[in-house]
């Protein structure tokens, strides 16, 4: 029902063991594991205010808001301003198709008042920051937006072909 980038090609090249798990358009393979992961530490009620930091067009905004039943805030930096890659940024087709509400901003400054939220996801975005400072910022960012109590739930994408993960 909606238009979300299609990951077949990146999914082939670095994690072709996901070949005939996914349906088409495919999401990116590395969230099979990030999206239950971080639906389950969340411990999620209906009627939660939620925030997805650096959210793109994802089916995981989709599922906070129709399966989850919480009322989601996407923040992307490339918001409605795309810079040109296939998966990255949000646009106006998307949010009037979700329905969900968008911000264009990055995790450096979040543009969304003090102790808004119950929880905020920050899927693979923090290694993408490109310095320890604006990387420190983000931190406290996520802080400030989150209730009293609130709860900060990370992931960092690894890309298993990637030296990092496979000295």
Known sequence: RYTLPDHTKINRDRY??????????EFYAARLWEYPWAILQANLKPGMKVADVGCGQT????????KAGCEVVGFDPEYLE???????????????QTGIKFVNSGI??????????D???????IEHVDNLHDQAAGMREVARILKPG????F?????????????
Not at 59 to 66: A, T, V
Not at 108 to 117: A, C, H, L, T, V
Not at 150 to 153: E, I, Q, R
């Open 59 to 66: 089916p995981f905004l989709i599922y906070l808001k129709e």
């Open 108 to 117: 450096e400054k979040i543009d969304y008042p003090d102790s808004s939220f």
């Open 150 to 153: 609130g709860l900060a739930v």
């Open 155 to 167: 992931t960092v994408d690894v890309n298993l072909k990637m030296r990092v993960a496979n000295p």
């Open 16 to 25: 072709p063991w996901a070949e005939g798990m996914l349906s088409s358009p």
């Open 119 to 125: 929880v905020v996801f920050c899927i693979s975005v």
């Open 82 to 96: 795309p810079s040109g890659h296939y998966c990255h940024g949000v646009s106006a087709e998307f949010a009037e």
